[in-house]
């Protein structure tokens, strides 16, 4: 198993700045591909931002240029959120797909997720 938990989210001003963190613990092998997620009122959850094998990103459209995913050697993954925008308040959510040790399967992982709200 893997557990996931996140770190960083709150309340901040329109035009400010947030650092979440996600660190991945538990019987892991290797972690391919690492997310980050959110999901607002009334909306279904929707990928923020994507890293694959520590090098690979994607991100949503809305958060281009202001946002900023990233790893370290630890397992954690990061999610740096300049620009902040009223629009962008939401539960933000890490995801993992894992291979544990001892398994040939990948499985997907979710953190308990943490609230970011954009507000003056």
């Known amino acids: 198993q893997v557990q996931l938990v996140e770190s960083g989210g709150g309340l901040v001003q329109p035009g400010g700045s947030l650092r979440l963190s996600c660190a991945a613990s538990?019987?892991?092998?290797?972690?391919?591909?690492m997310a980050w997620y959110r999901q607002a009122p009334g909306k279904e959850r929707e990928l923020v931002a994507l890293?694959?094998?520590?090098?690979?990103t994607t991100y949503e459209e809305s958060v281009k240029g202001r946002f900023t995913i990233s790893m370290d050697n630890t397992n954690t993954v990061y999610l740096q959120m300049n620009s902040l925008k009223p629009e962008d308040s939401a539960v933000y959510y890490c995801?993992?797909?894992?291979?544990?040790?001892?398994?040939?399967?990948?499985?997907?992982?979710w953190g308990q997720g943490t609230q970011v709200t954009v507000s003056s």
């Open positions: 995801n993992a797909r894992a291979f544990t040790s001892g398994t040939f399967s990948i499985s997907t992982y």
């Open positions: 538990g019987n892991i092998d290797r972690i391919p591909e």
């Open positions: 890293m694959i094998n520590g090098g690979a």
